[in-house]
């Protein structure tokens, strides 16, 4: 994780918690509005579509209940809201990683990113063919689109015949160009709101760690 603002000590251990791109704007943002620099510490909203070759979009990801209700996307389970990331640190696409800098707060913008500014070119080499009684061994009975764990590596059943298995272990966005409609909630500004912002992105439920600041530093009791 990125170094914090404030040093922090744990009371109790648990665990620990890309190239720059260009993504093609389909809405210019006004450099004089920008606000939103590398390292800062910010909450977003988003919608990430696939484009289609046939000029439709499917979408994939989004904090939003209503587009996921409106696009027949809802999961039950997941907790549709904004959260934290650090600008620039990599841990989403370059592309859109990429876009948040300069970014209003408060104004959504959309942007369209390349594959080769997103999950990357599909690599045919990874999709590989593996013996059907692999899976019958542990009581697995595969079916095209499930996803599996080989070897510490995750991918898509995409042919199940002849007692094999083809499974596809590129990323499932690799090859796609992807549409996102973003906007910044919020940045986090004070020591304690950088602080719990980490804790939410490492841990999640950042609000059931209690935190004590001090000259220089800060004390984190986690539970």
Known sequence: MATTMARAKAKK??????????????????????SITKGDIVWIDYEGWVLNPNGTRTLFDTTRAEAAKKAERFDEKKVYAE?????????????LDEAFIGAEIGKETTIRIPPGKGAGERDPKLVELHPLREFLKQEIHP????????????????????????????????GKT??????????????????????????????????????GGAEIVIP
């Open 143 to 174: 079916d095209v689109g499930m996803e599996v764990s080989l070897g510490g590596r995750k991918g898509t059943i995409t042919q199940v015949t002849g007692g094999r298995v083809r499974i596809d272990y590129n990323n499932p966005l690799a």
């Open 13 to 34: 251990s648990a665990g620990t918690a890309s190239p720059t791109a260009e993504a093609e704007p389909a809405a210019k943002k006004s450099a004089s509005s920008a």
């Open 83 to 95: 959260f934290p990331i650090i600008v620039g640190h990599g841990r989403i696409l370059p592309g």
């Open 178 to 215: 992807i549409e996102y409609t973003f906007r910044v909630a919020r940045k986090a500004e004070t020591t304690e709101e950088k602080l719990r912002a980490i804790l939410e992105m490492d841990y999640g439920l950042a609000d059931q760690f209690k935190i004590s600041l001090t000259k």
